[in-house]
């Protein structure tokens, strides 16, 4: 063989090889998650023992594939130095999943000093889970599994990958919150056939079919119930009323009372742009998210004066532009869990605002999208 074939046999042997361990590092993916920016009040005291669960892309398969306009990944070429004009036909590594899939992870905020467990997650690439919710004890989790256009309710004990079907139906049911003991379980579903659909109730009950006796608790034609929540105790419901079709509506806040639901009160005015309205243990203390001079901004309210004030997160500097969306309020009351959302890279960052003083500790790593974050109380012996 020719020298110089023998040199091009090579360049291009140590070429396929480069091109494996750069397409080898672009799919390694951070799957660890650690305190990023923390204020100068530390918040550990409150956050020890809590379990931090959310939704997210971080541990699904990545597709390779050539660039187009659209892309938002890396080039093998590009990883290695290669200059732009020597890499037309560079192929990427795209940092979105294949399938459009989500998996549940979850990890413990540690108490001796402030830190974290290892990420933990309850699914791989089983399909797709969203709307994810710790109970308040910490020990299940309830989200919404889909699979192609199916939505069932599942509910998941935090150390198990096996989640149970709440109420099977064949119509779609997703959008789940839980009880204290995660034994109630109210979601949304279409199974009655109103064109926005109604809530139900899931109660954990032996006599009912596979454990669980469901009872509905809307019946209304013209409107849809979104992001419900119910509250830990179970006595209080809150969602946003809205007529069907339209992208504006009102909180809503319910009792609930021997399965039966009682006297409704706006927690604000109708036409409103308002989502994921959340409530403590009690229903005394709601939060949501509403647009508020073009930006989304959280808003409280607290039954004792029934009054909303928003709460302004700071926007630090050199963080570029972000929104902060998903708000759920612990069920204890102390903190709000969300996400911070960057448009321009497609990042985010969990972020736990404390109710008390205004402190907030953000969450960084576990490389992917994260969405629908949730806490628990602190669990007990911990």
Request: charged share 20%.
């Amino acid at each position: 063989m020719r020298p110089g074939r023998i040199i091009g046999f090579l360049m291009l042997a140590g070429l396929v090889a480069a091109g494996f361990w750069a397409y080898g590092r672009a799919m390694e993916r951070d799957t660890s998650i650690r305190p990023a920016a923390v204020s100068e009040s530390i918040l550990s005291d409150g956050l020890q023992g809590r379990i931090l669960v959310w939704s997210t892309t971080s541990n699904v398969p990545l597709q390779l594939g050539t660039p187009d306009e659209n892309s938002s990944g890396r080039g093998i070429l590009e990883i290695l130095g290669v200059p732009e004009k020597f890499r037309p036909l560079d192929l990427q590594v795209a940092r979105t999943p294949v399938r459009d899939e989500w998996n549940l992870a979850s990890m413990v905020l540690l108490a001796e000093g402030f830190g974290v467990s290892d990420v933990s997650f309850l699914t791989f690439d089983l399909g797709t889970y969203l709307h994810s919710v710790v109970s308040a004890d910490g020990n299940y989790i309830v989200a919404t599994m889909q699979v192609g256009e199916a939505q069932n309710v599942v509910r998941f004990g935090t150390d198990s990958a096996y989640g149970d079907v709440v109420s099977f139906s064949t119509s779609k049911d997703r959008r789940p919150s839980c009880t204290s003991d995660g034994s109630r379980v109210l979601f949304h579903s279409w199974r009655d056939e109103n064109p926005g659909g109604d809530l139900y109730l899931a109660i954990e009950d032996e006599s009912g079919e596979d454990g669980w006796r469901t009872v509905r608790l809307t019946d209304n034609a013209g409107i849809e119930y979104v992001w419900p929540k119910v509250s830990s105790n179970g006595t209080a419901c809150i969602a946003v009323v809205r007529d069907i079709g339209s992208v504006a509506g009102r909180v809503a806040l319910w009792t609930i009372e021997d399965e039966t639901p009682g006297e409704t009160v706006y927690l604000t005015d109708a036409d409103m742009h308002v989502k994921f309205p959340s409530l403590n243990a009690s229903g005394d203390l709601c939060c949501w998210q509403e647009l508020v001079d073009n930006e989304w901004a959280f808003v409280m309210w607290d039954r004792s004066d029934g009054e909303n004030v928003e709460i302004v997160i700071p926007n630090l500097e050199g963080e570029g532009n972000f929104e902060i969306v998903q708000p759920l309020i612990t069920p204890d009351g102390q903190y709000i869990v969300f996400i911070r959302d960057y448009d321009e890279v497609g990042a985010d960052l969990i972020g736990i605002y404390s109710i008390e003083n205004g402190d907030i500790i953000y969450f960084e790593g576990s490389e992917g999208s994260v969405i629908f974050p949730s806490m628990s109380d602190p669990v007990e012996g911990d």
